[in-house]
């Protein structure tokens, strides 16, 4: 996304008067690079896919000068997905997220300072579907 937003800026002059000026910056949440992959295997009975997202750096939150801004870091994560068909009524399926355990960082001001460390692990679900119809 090549989308911008103008931020005012104050700062106070040898009379103690405010100056407004202002910074062009990204729009708050909106990475520049985003991508999604997949490989995936699918027959009359089993399908099964792992895929693959990024998301670039994005500014998080525009407060004060562009020193203290919040930055969400870059982020890749891998996801798996499959399911089988026992007969026309009958599935079972496994869908697990965030394989590698890949952490949400956050930053004040650049990637050099670290503001917060997230991590959520590995989650999913694993069930059977009944089609009663």
Known sequence: SSSKVDVPQYTIDENGNAVKTSTTEALPNQSKHLFNTALFYENEKFMARIAGNYKGAAL??????????????ANFTVD???????????????????LTNAPLRYYHGDNRRLEQLEYYSLRGMIGINYQLF
């Open 80 to 98: 798996f997905s499959a399911n089988y068909r026992i007969n026309k009524k009958i599935s079972t399926f496994i869908e697990l997220n965030n």
């Open 60 to 73: 998080a939150l525009v407060q004060g000068n562009p020193e203290n801004y919040r930055w969400y870091g």
